[in-house]
């Protein structure tokens, strides 16, 4: 299953399927063998935190996924100016500097 998401063209998105396909052998699985992954309404001006435990208690490496959802008003400006810096925080030199902290 394929999530692309973005500036691709539905054409685009299928030359990047099929060349990662072809790239890295992947071969196609039956659609009752994938699970099924519903899409939730989330009211605007929420947040949700999902935490799953680590399974093997003697890694100790984790991760976090963050997503941002802001809307797609393109004409208001001081709303793209403010996601402008708070990527430029969340970029990746930012991330490295936190990850390598103790």
């Known amino acids: 299953m394929w999530f692309i998401t973005g500036n691709y063209s539905h ?9 990662t396909r072809q790239r890295l052998g992947l071969k196609n699985v039956p659609v009752d063998a994938l699970t099924k992954v519903n899409p939730a309404k989330i009211a605007g001006g929420t947040s949700h ?27 208001d400006h001081k709303l793209q100016l ?17 990850r390598t902290k103790q």
Request: a negative charge.
């Open 11 to 19: 054409d685009k998105a299928i030359e990047l399927v099929e060349a």
């Open 49 to 75: 935190l999902i935490e799953i435990g680590l399974e093997d208690k003697a890694n100790e490496n984790s991760c976090v996924l963050t997503y941002y959802e802001v809307g797609v008003e393109a004409a």
């Open 82 to 98: 403010t996601n402008q810096v708070l990527m430029q925080y969340l970029n990746e030199p930012f991330f490295n500097d936190l």
